[in-house]
Structures are given as structure tokens and as C-alpha cells.
């Protein structure tokens, strides 16, 4: 395989896109990062081995190696943290014997933060059982799932397929157990996977969804940011009401009108008696009677 040239700048854009390794929370996405950096100057074969210095005819060739592997040195050590660059060597014990002092340090941080090794494994694999499908993101949830299986298999640690699709039943709601009895009791043995099983929790979801009340998927919507103010007036029917009536008696003259008795004043009683009118029990004389 040919050299690229020597002249390889790196766009300082493209690095910086590049997040800091700092230890085994962020190595994956670093990783991943490098890599694709890499591969697009063309430089990554001098990380996986495919270009060495021993393939290099004559000296100015092997010369040339030595320059862009230190190029591609210098690009990894700018995106790792300060206290990992003890783990750097800026020169070629035997350059036969270690292809490149950047495959050095890639493998120095692989064995430190990769996946490899049971430690790892069951990071992964206890990371996979707490994942959780939500009815609301449905098709990201399954994806999760898709994305962690991988980096099992990245760890040299690849699941079955039946054990895979019992992982992603599991991380159904509670709410939905009556779907995962129904799908473990009448999908064969050989669909069972997680193709079959991933498009059945999607379809129930979905008819779960389209099954709500009407003012639930409102709600929803609104809250998503996908109902305006005029649809949500439309789709709401207001209903209004008279004031209560006002008591009828309230403005009627009462018809009752108490009776006048001589010159007693209306609405009233007085103790005095009667002109003309005599007690029984005076006497005629004016004095008062005697009791018996």
C-alpha cells in the first residue's frame, strides 16, 4: 500500500469535534471519533497494522512512515487528557517488532478503557438489563437495545438471539405484561427474535396510542409543541351558560296588607284599649273591684 503524502494537515474543525478521553465514560464515543478522523486523511492503516514500516522499500519511504506516524501520534495526544500522556513513546524501539508508536498508544488505551475482558463484559451486559422501553419513543428505546447488543459483540461477548429478545421483553412496562405472556405463548420457537418480536411491541404501542381518549392525545400533542392555539380552540367545544335566573318574588310587591283596627296605624298593635270600651272588673264608680 502506497504512503499519502507527508503534507497531512488536520482541520482543526474536524479535531475539534474530537471530545477529550478522560476514561472508560467517554472511550466508545473517542473511539469512534479517531477512527472515522483517521480513516478520512487516510492515516488509520497506520493504526490497525495495515501499513508498516517494514513493507517500505527504501529509506526515503520508511523515513516518510516514521514522519506521519508521529502525525498521527501528535492527533491522538491532543485528544486525550494530560494524565494519559504517560502512557505516550515518541520512539520506535524496533520498528519491525511494534508496527507504529500510534498503534502503541491505541492499544495502551484500548486494554485501559475498552470493553474487552469479563470486567467489561458485565458492565455491558448490566447496562443492557436496565435499559427501559417507552411507549412514547418507542422505535429509539428498541434502537438501544440494537446499539448495546453490538458493543456486547464488540466485546467479544455475543448473546444468543432467544436470550436477546427475552431482554427486550423484559424492558416492557408493567402495564404491558399481558403482551409479553401473549407474544412468549403464540410466537414460534424459530421467529422468535428480534425482528418478529420488535415489530409486534411497535404495532401494539401504536394501537395503544390511537386507542386514547380524545382529550389525553390532546394533551399530548400540546405538550410535544404540535398543537397551536387556534387547533386547540377547535377541537375544544365550550359550552355557555345563562346566568342563574333572579328570584322571581324578589320584585313583586307583597300582596298581603295587614288590616287597621279604629285609629291603630297599619302593621301594628297597641296595648291601649278602646275608647268607650270599660274593663269588667271596675266598678262603676271608678274604683277597683274586690275579689270574691
Known amino acids: 500500500m502506497a504512503l499519502p503524502t507527508s503534507e497531512v494537515k488536520f482541520d482543526t474543525n474536524l479535531i475539534g469535534r474530537i471530545p477529550i478521553l478522560t476514561g472508560q465514560d467517554n472511550y466508545d464515543v473517542w473511539r469512534l471519533r479517531i477512527q472515522t478522523t483517521l480513516s478520512a486523511y487516510s492515516v488509520w492503516e497506520f493504526v490497525d497494522s495495515t501499513l508498516t514500516y517494514a513493507a517500505q522499500a527504501d529509506a526515503a519511504d520508511r523515513l516518510k512512515w516514521k514522519l506521519l506516524d508521529k502525525r498521527v501520534l501528535g492527533l491522538m495526544a491532543s485528544t486525550i487528557s494530560d494524565s494519559l500522556l504517560t502512557h505516550m513513546n515518541y520512539e520506535w524501539t524496533d520498528p519491525v517488532v511494534c508496527p507504529s508508536i500510534s498503534k502503541a498508544l491505541w492499544d ?65 412496562p408493567t402495564n404491558y405484561f399481558a403482551l409479553a405472556s ?27 396510542a390511537t386507542c386514547k381518549p380524545l382529550h389525553a392525545r390532546i394533551s399530548q400533542a400540546e405538550s410535544g409543541g404540535q398543537a397551536s392555539s387556534s387547533s386547540s380552540v377547535n377541537r375544544t367545544n365550550v359550552i355557555k351558560r345563562s346566568p342563574p335566573p333572579q328570584n322571581q318574588w324578589r320584585s313583586q310587591t307583597p300582596s298581603y296588607q295587614p288590616r287597621t283596627f279604629g285609629n ?13 270600651s270599660a274593663n269588667p272588673n271596675q266598678r262603676k264608680n271608678g274604683g277597683p273591684a274586690k275579689s270574691k
Open 108 to 172: 495502551i488505551l484500548k486494554g485501559l478503557f475498552g470493553t474487552v475482558g469479563i470486567a467489561g463484559q458485565f458492565n455491558l451486559f448490566n447496562q443492557t438489563l436496565r435499559l427501559r422501553i417507552d411507549p412514547e419513543h418507542a422505535n429509539s428505546s428498541i434502537n438501544e437495545y440494537h446499539v448495546q447488543f453490538q458493543k456486547l459483540v464488540e466485546a467479544e461477548y455475543n448473546l444468543p438471539e432467544t436470550l436477546r429478545t427475552m431482554i427486550l421483553l423484559s424492558g416492557l
Open 182 to 208: 401473549t407474544i412468549t405463548q403464540t410466537v414460534e420457537p424459530v421467529n422468535f427474535n428480534m425482528s418478529t418480536v420488535s415489530k409486534q411491541i411497535l404495532m401494539d404501542m401504536d394501537l395503544r
Open 264 to 276: 291603630q296605624p297599619s302593621g301594628g298593635y297597641s296595648n291601649q284599649p278602646q275608647s268607650g
